[in-house]
């Protein structure tokens, strides 16, 4: 049997940024607990042996959260719960609910390594840098609003900055990461809002004499001030990727693209002088700015590898939101963009010539074409003043081992139909 020891360390191992940008920063191996080690004469203490067993009862059954959680409370007995070994076991159990799908408690597990790591540590202690972006991420995923992802991303780059590592590929590449991570999981969607005027409401309504006031607002501009930092400290001599510009680029574009999606699918009256004519333009000039940065990462494409599929999905949601049905196929045989590990097969389709979708009845409302994406009297209405787009379930063109298919998102898992 192995020790307990042997699982400690193995949790206590380098642990990279889960971005798609390489942070290089990670956690240094950790010593053993030297509280409770085996006894020469005795062997492993009661404690020790309740754990160990605990654990591998639990991996075995494929519970790896579960079976970090008996190591740590082990760890918190032995060492105390401010002790640094305790923190990085913390930090991983949260990370580990978070894989396995609990964000809410991976959140306040998180939240619980951030306080022990502030006593640890410091405030701006080195080790803090992973656990607030851990906490910014798990937050992305808790999909309530760029607010709270944005107040522990700033606070992993002011660890860096007190730490003087402003100037360097790790502060960059940080802001790089986080703004890339940023246009995921619907966190930049925005909301359209609405001002109903009027004293009485019911009766208003009833007299179709209501006065609304639209306004559509998103959190774009909190990426783009994260971007123009990493434009401004690319050209940095201190800063040794030769790539960083044309990466910056290439989230600069995905952003863009993202945003004016979002655009169509408000009223003209929201979304102001941006026609839709203007929004197609807007398309081709940032696939022309994927492509520039592409020819760049090209120079060394297994270094760069994750920047030119972010380039190339990228230039897949150009084809798509043009309506160029041909381009998408192109793509797709290129085998330049692979998304078969993103999608589970029984949610995947076949898509005809003109976009329609073959795909079984539903129990859901959904469209029947890829092209058709959500328009703005279609928002999630529950809540009057504040309307989200893209929540309901729609398709999405992807491409599996060289083909075309489409999506299912934002779908339950199983209907009543299906299993019919």
């Given at each position: 049997?192995?020790?307990?020891?042997?699982?400690?360390?193995?949790?206590?191992?380098?642990?990279?940024?889960?971005?798609?940008?390489?942070?290089?920063?990670?956690?240094?191996?950790?010593?053993?607990?030297?509280?409770?080690?085996?006894?020469?004469?005795?062997?492993?203490?009661?404690?020790?042996?309740?754990?160990?067993?605990?654990?591998?009862?639990?991996?075995?059954?494929?519970?790896?959260?579960?079976?970090?959680?008996?190591?740590?409370?082990?760890?918190?007995?032995?060492?105390?719960?401010?002790?640094?070994?305790?923190?990085?076991?913390?930090?991983?159990?949260?990370?580990?609910?978070?894989?396995?799908?609990?964000?809410?408690?991976?959140?306040?597990?998180?939240?619980?390594?951030?306080?022990?790591?502030?006593?640890?540590?410091?405030?701006?202690?080195?080790?803090?840098?992973?656990?607030?972006?851990?906490?910014?991420?798990?937050?992305?995923?808790?999909?309530?609003?760029?607010?709270?992802?944005?107040?522990?991303?700033?606070?992993?780059?002011?660890?860096?900055?007190?730490?003087?590592?402003?100037?360097?590929?790790?502060?960059?590449?940080?802001?790089?990461?986080?703004?890339?991570?940023?246009?995921?999981?619907?966190?930049?969607?925005?909301?359209?809002?609405?001002?109903?005027?009027?004293?009485?409401?019911?009766?208003?309504?009833?007299?179709?004499?209501?006065?609304?006031?639209?306004?559509?607002?998103?959190?774009?501009?909190?990426?783009?001030?994260?971007?123009?930092?990493?434009?401004?400290?690319?050209?940095?001599?201190?800063?040794?990727?030769?790539?960083?510009?044309?990466?910056?680029?290439?989230?600069?574009?995905?952003?863009?693209?993202?945003?004016?999606?979002?655009?169509?699918?408000?009223?003209?009256?929201?979304?102001?002088?941006?026609?839709?004519?203007?929004?197609?333009?807007?398309?081709?000039?940032?696939?022309?700015?994927?492509?520039?940065?592409?020819?760049?990462?090209?120079?060394?494409?297994?270094?760069?590898?994750?920047?030119?599929?972010?380039?190339?999905?990228?230039?897949?949601?150009?084809?798509?939101?043009?309506?160029?049905?041909?381009?998408?196929?192109?793509?797709?045989?290129?085998?330049?963009?692979?998304?078969?590990?993103?999608?589970?097969?029984?949610?995947?389709?076949?898509?005809?010539?003109?976009?329609?979708?073959?795909?079984?009845?539903?129990s859901f409302r959904i469209s029947s074409n890829i092209f058709r994406r959500l328009s703005a009297?279609?928002?999630?209405?529950?809540?009057?003043?504040?309307?989200?787009?893209?929540?309901?379930?729609?398709?999405?063109?992807?491409?599996?081992?060289?083909?075309?298919?489409?999506?299912?998102?934002?779908?339950?898992?199983?209907?009543?139909?299906?299993?019919?």
């Open positions: 049997m192995r020790s307990l020891a042997t699982v400690i360390n193995q949790y206590g191992g380098t642990k990279l940024f889960p971005l798609m940008v390489g942070l290089a920063m990670g956690l240094a191996c950790l010593s053993v607990p030297v509280s409770a080690q085996s006894n020469a004469n005795n062997g492993q203490s009661p404690a020790e042996t309740e754990a160990l067993s605990n654990y591998n009862a639990a991996t075995a059954a494929g519970r790896h959260a579960e079976a970090a959680e008996y190591i740590l409370d082990y760890v918190e007995e032995t060492e105390g719960e401010y002790a640094p070994l305790t923190v990085t076991l913390t930090q991983r159990y949260g990370n580990l609910l978070r894989e396995e799908g609990d964000i809410r408690k991976a959140i306040s597990i998180l939240k619980t390594a951030r306080e022990r790591g502030i006593v640890a540590f410091g405030e701006h202690g080195i080790e803090l840098f992973e656990i607030n972006l851990d906490l910014g991420e798990a937050y992305v995923d808790r999909d309530i609003g760029v607010g709270k992802p944005k107040e522990y991303f700033d606070d992993a780059l002011e660890v860096l900055r007190k730490n003087g590592q402003r100037e360097t590929d790790l502060y960059v590449r940080a802001l790089v990461g986080i703004s890339y991570r940023l246009t995921q999981a619907g966190v930049l969607e925005g909301a359209l809002s609405a001002d109903v005027r009027g004293d009485n409401l019911e009766e208003l309504v009833g007299s179709g004499m209501t006065s609304l006031g639209h306004e559509y607002q998103s959190g774009y501009v909190v990426v783009e001030e994260y971007l123009r930092e990493a434009v401004e400290l690319a050209e940095s001599p201190d800063i040794e990727d030769p790539y960083l510009s044309a990466k910056v680029a290439i989230v600069q574009a995905k952003t863009k693209v993202l945003e004016m999606l979002f655009l169509e699918v408000v009223p003209p009256s929201v979304r102001g002088s941006v026609s839709g004519v203007t929004i197609q333009k807007n398309y081709q000039l940032e696939d022309s700015r994927l492509l520039s940065a592409i020819e760049v990462l090209m120079e060394d494409a297994g270094r760069n590898q994750d920047f030119l599929d972010i380039a190339s999905s990228a230039r897949m949601d150009i084809a798509w939101l043009s309506e160029d049905m041909q381009r998408m196929a192109d793509f797709c045989n290129s085998g330049s963009l692979n998304m078969a590990s993103r999608y589970p097969p029984d949610r995947l389709f076949e898509v005809a010539a003109d976009g329609s979708v073959n795909a079984p009845r539903f009297n279609r928002f999630d209405t529950s809540d009057r003043t504040k309307r989200k787009p893209h929540t309901a379930p729609h398709f999405v063109p992807v491409c599996i081992n060289g083909r075309l298919m489409a999506a299912l998102i934002n779908a339950p898992r199983v209907t009543i139909e299906e299993i019919e």
